[in-house]
């Protein structure tokens, strides 16, 4: 009887989400806001509230982040993290700042408190890699000049992210001051040691993990993430870091064909844990939050306009490249759910989940429609310099 | 001609160049093996104006396709070089007794003392075929050897 019933409504919400994926799909929008809506619509409150496994969803949105961060650290070499951080340090930092600090003013002024403001900050401040990425290629812009530095800020977030997610999970986890900086110093210790492992044993790992056939190498990788990302739990570093940092250990040296088959694990995985978030969401916390989301909203799609502006410019890209650049950086997505979902399982203000799932659905959907309206302001502008000097003469 | 290589973090490298007649041409290797072949807006020199995706044999194909003419350039060069050498490219014709048959059973340098150095089949060329390739009616044979070498060997093509 049990089994019947899980089985029944784990069938309904994966089938539900195949639906939803392929409506995203026909609109050429990224699947992730329409997977919180489906969470939000099936959740306690919703309009077909579904009594879901929770344990189970539970389970695998875990494995979901382990999984999207992990293949998200395959993606980046060790050599692509240091020698963005040498280029474009500056950027980064601008990036990281000019989008995070008015997130963690409203978190202030919402009084979620110092660790909410710093939750709020991680929020706003990181475009979703996955989202832009997959912009990027959907629109041919692969090849365009701009596009370096669109990535080299991805990289740099992602990377500041492996900073970030120790900080905020230590500090969630103390109770006073002395004892968050304690863990703070612990877990970034942690951290540095990872890293160096990654970066100096990264071919030994993955020749560990390397087996002749797909399937033995999947499991292997599969059970070292698993591992790792408790391990890191554990140590307040956080799982997804921990997930990362083992995805950038293996990424020089796993073959593409083993990276390939991980992914429709992340797809599964990375899908229930967007539905689980949405899930946990209660509908009714959403209305007085829309307001400051518009805000946050307004904001966040204007500083990384100028943040896009500047690394554009940087790297000696003309005004549409800038345009550009700037609008394919506006989604925010899985790393603003991943820091919500951290700040509410530690007990935050559930209102803080609420403005989260606000602002990223907004973004998901507004980031990739902008990108693609970038194109013909760009063009316009091009027009009218040609024009000018038409005229000029 | 400045060859400038980008790497793409997540994706692969870029390599584009900008051709004499001032077009900015490129290729996007991504890790997966496809490629995608970028032609420069003339316009906004940082957009592309089109964007084609090749599959790898589809980015191989092409890539022989714009290689071939070099190999053949390379070949008269080395004509030129080397006095009294000769390459010739000779046809398989339908009814040859080599069609279907292997360089091998040919023993075209044991008999003649030339060399087979490639072989073009349908726009597609072969470089050092081995003695086990069969020959197909259309082929051209490339054989570089003495004058009268490669005489002989389109008599050994056309009559066995």
């Known amino acids: 009887m049990h089994t019947a019933a899980l089985l029944i409504e784990l069938g ?46 539970d389970a695998a949105s875990e494995i979901g982040v382990v999984m999207l961060l992990l293949l998200l650290g395959l993606e980046y070499t060790a050599g692509d993290l240091l020698g963005n951080l040498r280029r474009q340090a ?9 989008n995070g600090l008015p997130g963690a003013a409203f978190g202030l002024l919402l009084g979620y408190g110092p660790v909410g403001a710093l939750a709020m900050f991680g929020i706003t401040a990181v475009s979703s890699s996955g989202i832009v990425a997959k912009v990027l290629a959907d629109l041919g812009r692969l090849g365009n000049r701009e596009t370096p530095s669109v990535l080299g800020i991805l990289v740099l977030e992602d990377l500041g992210m492996a900073v970030y997610l120790p900080v905020l999970t230590a500090v969630l986890a103390a109770s006073g001051v002395w004892e968050a900086t304690g863990s703070v110093a612990v877990a970034l210790a942690c951290l540095a040691v990872a ?16 087996a002749g056939s797909n399937e033995v190498t999947l499991l292997r990788v599969l059970g070292l993430a698993l591992l790792v990302a408790g391990v890191a739990e554990q140590l307040h570093v956080s799982a997804a870091v921990g997930a990362f940092l083992l995805g950038i250990a ?46 946050l909203v307004v904001l966040g799609v204007l500083t990384k306009l100028v943040t896009g502006w500047f690394a554009a410019k940087r790297a000696g890209i003309a005004v549409p490249g800038r345009i550009r650049a700037g609008a394919a950086l ?3 997505g899985e790393f603003s759910i991943v820091i919500a979902g951290l700040a509410t399982a530690a007990g935050l203000d559930p209102q803080l989940a609420a403005l989260a799932a606000a602002y990223v659905l907004s973004m998901a959907v507004l980031g990739p429609l902008l990108a693609r309206w970038a194109d013909p302001v760009a063009r316009r502008y091009v027009r009218r310099q040609r024009e000018r000097a038409a005229t000029a003469r | 001609m400045d060859l400038e290589e980008t790497k793409l973090p997540g994706v692969g490298l870029r390599h584009d160049f900008t051709t004499a007649r001032g077009r900015r041409i490129g290729v996007v ?23 084609v995706d ?32 000769a390459t010739e490219g000779i046809y398989v014709e339908p009814g040859s007794p080599f069609d279907g048959r292997t360089l091998g059973d040919a023993a075209i340098r044991s008999r003649t003392g030339a060399s087979v150095v490639a072989l073009v089949r349908a726009g597609e060329v072969l470089p050092s075929p081995a003695p086990s390739q069969r020959f197909q009616a259309g082929d051209k044979v490339v054989v570089v050897g003495t004058q009268e070498g490669v005489r002989a060997t389109a008599d050994v093509l056309a009559n066995g």
Request: glycine share 10%.
């Open chain 1, 195 to 210: 890293l160096v492992v990654a970066l100096r044993w990264g071919a030994v790992i993955s020749r560990f993990v390397s």
């Open chain 2, 29 to 51: 290797s991504q890790r997966g093996g496809d490629r995608e072949l970028l032609l420069y807006s003339q316009d906004d020199p940082d957009a592309c104006h089109a964007v």
């Open chain 1, 330 to 332: 506006v989604p925010r």
């Open chain 2, 54 to 85: 090749l599959d790898p044999d589809e980015a191989e194909v092409l890539a022989e396709l714009l290689g071939q003419p070099r190999v053949v350039e390379r070949l008269a060069r080395l004509r030129e070089q080397v006095e009294g050498l």
């Open chain 1, 12 to 57: 309904a919400v994966i089938l539900g989400l195949g639906l939803v994926g392929r409506l995203a799909g026909t609109l050429g929008i990224s699947p992730v806001p329409l997977y919180l809506l489906a969470g939000l619509a099936f959740g306690a409150g919703g309009i077909f509230p579904l009594n879901a496994p929770e344990e189970f969803l």
């Open chain 1, 250 to 295: 293996l990424s020089n040296d796993l073959d593409e064909e083993a990276h390939r088959s991980l992914e429709p694990l992340r797809d599964l995985f990375g899908a229930v844990f967007f539905v689980s978030f949405g899930l946990t969401t209660d509908p009714s916390t959403l209305p007085p939050v829309l307001l400051p989301a518009a805000g």
């Open chain 1, 90 to 98: 500056p950027v980064g930092v601008l990036d990281l700042f000019l």
